[in-house]
């Protein structure tokens, strides 16, 4: 079944506010015999006259002014969507996808998300809980905009990985620990631990610390939480590895003692996104990378 044309309703909408179809002509920058043709295309679609023509005036009939009604929604709809549509290309909104660890989200993403916040408020960031691994392979399936990943990972194609920050990893030891200056797999290895859980990138980087100080320790309990695991060094369950995302000086803090590795240990993040971006996608993207300490 053909479909009414917005263009056709337009052109009676037209007609029906100047009541006259020259006038609709030249507002609509039509031919005199377009607009008379779009009429009539429209009357036999609906089957019934939709305007009359009395003493030089053009006054919609009783079924013209029920179309009409119909008509001033539609294009009032239509004309609401492409506004909004443009404003997503002009990047003055819309919603972008973004993957994260646990860790990202719960200490570097909301001084982003206040950041774009105040830049730009009509710009929705939908966050979700992923593996560096998950989120690479929803940002080439599609179904991500933007992910914040561990370093290093291969090259993906369709795909653009750039480092974004490096942070330290220390140790967080319960307060009442007698703890050196700095801590070494050796002195760590003989307390008990609380280690993230073996399926993310900082679990493999504290094994291969470990390692090259010749220890191999089994933790005492495995998490994905970072907030959690601190709970835990606090209650002074064990000791962990973690990033150190604060700038300021590591030292006591809510129950817990941080201090830094020998070696020292860096847990490196990089953004991920498509090679091609939406505007509000790259505003998120500006935020993330002046979050740079």
């Known amino acids: 079944m053909r479909e009414i044309s917005l263009d056709r309703l337009r052109t009676l909408v037209t007609i029906a506010d100047?009541?006259?179809?020259?006038?609709?002509?030249?507002?609509?920058?039509?031919?005199?015999?377009?607009?008379?043709?779009?009429?009539?295309?429209?009357?036999?679609?609906?089957?019934?006259?939709?305007?009359?023509?009395?003493r030089g005036h053009v006054q919609p009939t009783a079924i013209g002014e029920t179309l009409l009604a119909k008509a001033r929604h539609l294009l009032a709809d239509a004309g609401q969507a492409l506004d909004d549509v443009r404003r997503q290309v002009q990047g003055l909104e819309g919603r972008v996808r973004l993957g994260a660890s646990t860790g990202a989200i719960a200490h570097l993403l909301p001084r982003a998300l206040e950041v774009l916040g105040q830049q730009?408020?009509?710009?929705?960031?939908?966050?979700?809980?992923?593996?560096?691994?998950?989120?690479?392979?929803?940002?080439?399936?599609?179904?991500?905009?933007?992910?914040?990943?561990?370093?290093?990972?291969?090259?993906?194609?369709?795909?653009?990985?750039?480092?974004?920050?490096r942070d330290p990893v220390m140790a967080f030891m319960p307060v009442q620990w007698q703890c050196p200056a700095r801590v070494t797999p050796r002195w760590l290895a003989s307390k008990p631990l609380i280690l993230n859980?073996?399926?993310?990138?900082?679990?493999?980087?504290?094994?291969?610390?470990?390692?090259?100080?010749?220890?191999?320790?089994?933790?005492?309990?495995?998490?994905?939480?970072?907030?959690?695991?601190?709970?835990?060094?606090?209650?002074?369950?064990?000791?962990?590895?973690?990033?150190?995302?604060?700038?300021?000086?590591?030292?006591?803090?809510?129950?817990?003692?941080?201090?830094?590795?020998?070696?020292?240990?860096?847990?490196?993040?990089g953004i991920a996104h498509a090679k091609h971006v939406e505007r509000s996608t790259q505003h998120v993207l500006d935020v993330l990378r002046d979050l740079t300490c």
């Open 197 to 269: 859980d073996s399926t993310t990138r900082l679990s493999q980087l504290t094994a291969k610390w470990f390692a090259a100080g010749g220890q191999q320790p089994v933790a005492r309990i495995e998490l994905n939480y970072n907030d959690a695991i601190r709970r835990l060094v606090a209650s002074g369950y064990g000791a962990a590895l973690l990033p150190h995302e604060d700038s300021t000086i590591p030292g006591q803090d809510a129950g817990t003692t941080v201090r830094p590795l020998s070696p020292a240990l860096w847990r490196r993040l």
């Open 120 to 165: 730009h408020p009509a710009i929705d960031v939908q966050v979700t809980v992923l593996t560096s691994q998950d989120t690479l392979a929803r940002l080439a399936q599609g179904s991500l905009d933007v992910g914040l990943v561990a370093l290093p990972q291969p090259a993906i194609a369709g795909l653009v990985i750039k480092p974004w920050r």
């Open 18 to 54: 100047h009541r006259s179809f020259a006038e609709a002509a030249r507002v609509l920058h039509l031919a005199a015999p377009t607009v008379s043709l779009h009429i009539q295309e429209l009357e036999e679609r609906v089957g019934a006259p939709l305007l009359s023509r009395k």
